[in-house]
């Protein structure tokens, strides 16, 4: 019997889901200079604007994961999705610092566990040597949806107004939710679509499903995942700069357009798809080949050399030369994110989604501090190279704690 690939669905339903996401959240950062400009926003307000969702994302980011250890990524995926969508379109309506700043706010609340539940039910429904790759394909939506932000809010911003353009985007989640409800299910023995020999493939070493041992909730302190924490605090930081201030840099620093800064924030985060896609197959055959300690441990490599690519871009002189190297930095430490996440299965099991939710409440963190480091650097001191030095130092920090993280060391659990 020919295995049916029902799990390629999934992935298919993911990667749409990462894309969705990061579209909603990249659109304010090119819809920025509107918004600055409409709301008499300055540089300090507008990096609390930016981090505001990633400082509810992080806090939400562990009960969601639990949720979707408990009650399973179906229903909880359904709920996120509705919520984020409805605040995405709510921001379309703020009408002053404080309501935009709530309207992100809620958005984070909502958009929280969606890349733990994502990652949830890859454990469900992915053998351990395709996990890698499966979160490859998820991470290089997230780029890539990220990537045809800048232009597609330009573009919308240029005919409908930065208004309207929120209001579009979050219909695109609530049509999403619709399809996912009706498709998935949280245990691949249920689905109609998958076959006796793909289940087999699927179950090939996964946890056992008869394990109902609780969470050590202590575990979450232990020294391995305070490692991993600060591994993806790196991620989290040195990515939020491309996703909140790039096109302002780009425009107001380097002297670009709008358009051209939208066009080439794009190639940015479109080189860090690619790189996301290749680092997902490439762990996958590192630890076919070298084991996990080696296998998941790219970023002691990629880290350091994307911190003076970003070093080179800060004191190039040239415009272009300057985002041709932002691209590059951002797809060389991109190559590291697939494992990342992939050691939040290797450690945690059975409870993948809280794992994955305190990584990514770590990585989110970084992400709200980020943004404010730039709009205080520029407020304060009218300086865009001092940021760009201290993700540089982010960026080592990150490769040392990737040193000593343990892939094949197991989270407690309690019987």
């Keep these: 019997m020919q295995p049916t690939r029902a799990r390629h669905k999934l992935l298919a339903f993911t990667t749409i889901l990462a894309i969705i996401t990061y579209i909603d959240r990249v659109a304010i950062s090119s819809a920025a200079p509107a918004v600055r400009s409409e709301m008499g926003l300055n540089a300090v307000q507008m990096g609390w604007v930016f981090s505001a969702f990633t400082w509810a994302y992080a806090a939400f980011e562990i009960p ?16 996120i999705v509705i919520w984020w969508s409805a605040f995405t379109a709510l921001t379309g309506a703020a009408w002053n610092f404080i309501s935009l700043l709530v309207a992100r706010f809620l958005f984070g609340v909502g958009e929280a566990g969606a890349f733990p539940n994502t990652s949830r039910s890859f454990a469900k429904w992915f053998p351990l040597s395709e996990r890698g790759a499966a979160h490859g394909w998820v991470f290089m939506g997230t780029r ?9 809010v330009v573009a919308l911003m240029t005919n409908v107004g930065w208004r309207e353009t929120f209001y579009l985007f979050g219909a695109l989640g609530v049509i999403w ?12 023995s249920q689905h109609p ?14 946890e056992d499903p008869t394990d109902h041992r609780g969470f050590d909730w202590a575990a979450l302190m232990s020294p391995n995942l305070l490692l991993v924490y600060g591994m993806y605090f790196t991620m989290g930081y040195t990515l939020y700069f491309n996703l909140t201030w790039l096109p302002t840099y780009l425009r107001d620093v380097r002297g ?8 080439l924030s794009g190639v940015v985060l479109f080189t860090g798809g690619v790189m996301t896609y290749v680092g997902g197959k490439l762990t996958d055959y ?15 490599v990629t880290l350091p050399v994307a911190g003076l690519l970003l070093v080179a871009a800060a004191q190039t002189e040239s415009p272009m030369a300057a985002a041709i190297l932002l691209a590059a930095t951002l797809g060389v430490a991109d190559l590291a994110v697939s494992s990342c996440w992939s050691i939040c299965h290797d450690i945690g099991g059975r409870n993948a989604g809280i794992v994955t939710g305190a990584m990514n409440t770590w990585g989110n963190i970084g992400g709200a501090i980020s ?8 407020g304060w001191w009218n300086s865009w190279t001092v940021p760009f030095y201290i993700t540089a130092g982010v960026y080592l920090f990150g490769a040392i704690c990737t040193l000593f993280v343990d892939p094949r060391r197991r989270v407690s659990v309690v019987a």
């Design 193 to 206: 679509d998958v076959n006796q020999a793909e289940l087999a493939i699927i179950e090939a070493g996964r």
């Design 286 to 300: 590192l630890v076919r080949q070298y084991g996990l300690k080696i296998g998941r441990s790219m970023g002691v």
């Design 144 to 152: 890539m949806g990220g990537a045809i932000t800048p232009p597609l």
């Design 371 to 378: 943004p404010l480091v730039v709009g205080y650097a520029v």
């Design 64 to 79: 969601s994961g639990w949720m979707g250890d408990v009650i399973g990524p179906r229903k909880v995926l359904t709920r």
């Design 177 to 188: 939710a619709w399809f996912w409800w009706q498709w998935f299910r949280d245990e691949p």
């Design 256 to 263: 670009f357009t709008l358009q051209q800064a939208g066009w």
